[in-house]
């Protein structure tokens, strides 16, 4: 009640202020802008309110697949994140040390001369190459056309080796396609959904939950496997707490079952697929006993459900999840679920996997631009054979490393790679080598605190972006628009990126006078008005997904789905998953396991006034009977402290029988540190900060965080 008060106290003080700092003309009317969210990275439709000039209200767009009709309790959180106080409102250039937080404010003409300076010091002393970026969100296609035109391999987004990177790995090498995002799954027409570790509602993608809620009341049976009792398992018919890091074992029992009682779809595999006879000596001894004594869950509910699977293929989808990054061997993780999938006869088929379509939209005519002759740094296409995006922790790895060469500078935007990126301590040691680092953020985050110029950008609901071209199981083509100027001293990331490119002497990729010209033009080959697109806001094209042919061709080196990955076998690692046993916590420690909140989205929202009004910090979850060994109670305050010494809190206990005893779990994103985050600093725990160890996957460079081990001590 108390932090209620303070807010609407805060946020009308804001409010205020805002509207006189930016100079909004009062009684404008209504009207509604139709424009798509950036509180996570779903993009849902959203319909803008605005009265006399400002945001009074959010809707769903019921036009917008993805969102129809309907934002989840974040999307709403926009008009706070517009409003809030501790939003950067101007350039800032560093007066002090690195991480002391002691900024001048400048002009953008002065923040942004000062930058190219500095950037091309960097290309003229060491070549393009040096500059690394690490960028996320709809903000990352501008800064990443820039660093591609400046002539830089080293581009990445922690939202690939730090998430969904293995899972697309392992699906693309069985399929010859990745999950992709939206994830391209027909959940509402599932019958049997399996979840693993796949909080779904509390990793809340609006779409999807939708689809969940339409699946249950279609009477969809749920399986769900999470050492934690989710919310989705609160709605299943089978929960296997999973003891952590034995998924494989589980996935290759079942797969087992599948074979040797003849359950999988016959005809689907003969069709479709290769390796069956390598898959079936490979998974012998896999079987249900071995692996309940494995996975710690009962060999009859591992049996029992692989029956329910079987009964309602091709309907049976076992869901890739998303953030994949768990222990290391992540691709076979997931090629153990493509793989279920496969025998289910799932990938292509109503209530399984529909291969997503969407429409062409022309890109914007430039000139070509010289791609750099240099690896990067991350290890992409050399160590990693088989990572399709750049690695965000590569970059700090290379740029701690200087191998392969030295990286200088990093323009950093839409992302805090001190939240995101395991280890924080080697990404400082990166930071410290560094000659100059940019920041483009809408709030002071932690990685702003060591930058040398901080850029602020303006909110979504103030500015254009990219076309958002949707491949899904609808396609469509949406607009982000502005609902009204930018507030305070803010810009937009085109803006900024065209700025700094013109600067940096590359107008020729950057000729556009402002971004409707930008928009206009790819339009144009889509045979539309940027005025027509702006009045529907998204127009659905490129048809709708379907259930694939007999003669389907996977795109695959074989042409079929590849059971048996020739591909894996050439490169040296085991063309069929098998398990292998990962460390378990020792006497007195807990593995660290963490995930989401339907109230917030990764590290970006804790300090949104609205969201953190609701939910100002995390907690975590313990078991009651390791609790009441170690005197803690419900709403203890405790302390967590990783095998390095590490520590993180104090957060609050949450005492339960909804989680085993052998780990502890919380919400990622909390334990802000900068000083410039009023709502979010300190507030409960920051689970980076006990992520100082992180499992490498040798297949694509995928970051297992789940490795961590912690004592928890009631403060
Ligand atoms: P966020 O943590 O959301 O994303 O990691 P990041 O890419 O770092 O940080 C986003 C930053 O963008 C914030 O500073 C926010 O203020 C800023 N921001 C928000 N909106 C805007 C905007 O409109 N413009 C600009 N310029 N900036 C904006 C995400 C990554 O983290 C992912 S995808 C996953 S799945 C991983 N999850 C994860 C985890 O669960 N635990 C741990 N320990 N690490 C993780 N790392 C990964
Ligand atoms: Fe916005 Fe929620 Fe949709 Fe994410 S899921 S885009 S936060 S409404």
Known sequence: MMYRRTFLEIGGAAAAAAAVGCGRKPSTGTRTVKTYCEMCFWKCGVLATVRDGDVVGLAGNPDHPLSRGRLCARGFGGIAALHDPDRLKTPLIRQGARGEERFQTASWSAALDHSAEALDRVRRERGPEAVAGIIHGQTAPHLHHLLHAFGTPNIAEPAYAECRGPRDAGFQLTFGIPVGSPECTDIAN??????????????????????????????????????????????????????????????????????????????????????????????????????AGVADVFEDDIISSAHAMAAAKPAALVHPGRHAGWYGDDVQRSRAI????????????????????????????????????????????????????????????????????????????????????PNTAQTHRAINRLDFLMVVDILPAEIASYADVVLPECTYLERYDDLHVGAFREGFVALRQPAIEPMYDSKPGWWIARELGRRLGLSAWFPWANYEDYLGKRLEGFGVTIDEMKQRGVILAGGKSAEIPLDYNFETPSGKIELYSKQLADAGFDPIPRYTAHPQPGPGQFRLVFGRSPLHTFGRTQNNPALAGIQPENEVWINSRAAAERGIEPGSRVLLVNQDGASAGPARARVTERIRPDCVYMVHGFGHSARGMRFARGKGASDSDLVTRYAVDPIMGGTGKFVNFVRVEKV
């Open 190 to 291: 599932a019958r049997v959904l399996v979840l693993l570790g796949y909080h779904l509602g509390e990793n809340m993608h609006n779409t999807q939950a939708q689809d969940f809620a339409a699946a249950l009341s279609k009477g969809a049976k749920v399986i769900v496997v999470d050492p934690r009792f989710s919310t989705a398992a609160s709605k299943s018919d089978w929960y296997l707490p999973i003891r952590p890091g034995t998924d494989i074992a589980l996935l290759l029992a079942w797969i087992h079952i599948l074979l040797a009682e003849n359950l999988y779809d016959r005809e689907y595999v003969d069709r479709y697929a290769i390796g069956l006879k390598e898959l079936r000596e490979s998974v012998a001894e896999a079987t249900p006993q071995w692996a």
């Open 338 to 421: 493509a793989i279920l999938n496969a025998l289910l006869g799932s990938w292509g088929r109503n209530g399984g996997f529909l291969p997503p379509v969407s429409p062409t939209v022309p890109k914007y005519p430039l000139p070509p631009i010289r791609e750099s002759s240099k690896p990067s740094v991350d290890g992409t296409g050399t160590t990693y054979r088989f990572a399709t995006m750049k690695r965000a922790t590569g970059m700090v790895e290379g740029t701690e490393s200087a191998k392969p060469y030295p990286v200088k500078a990093w323009i950093v935007g839409g992302s805090n790679p001190l939240q995101s990126i």
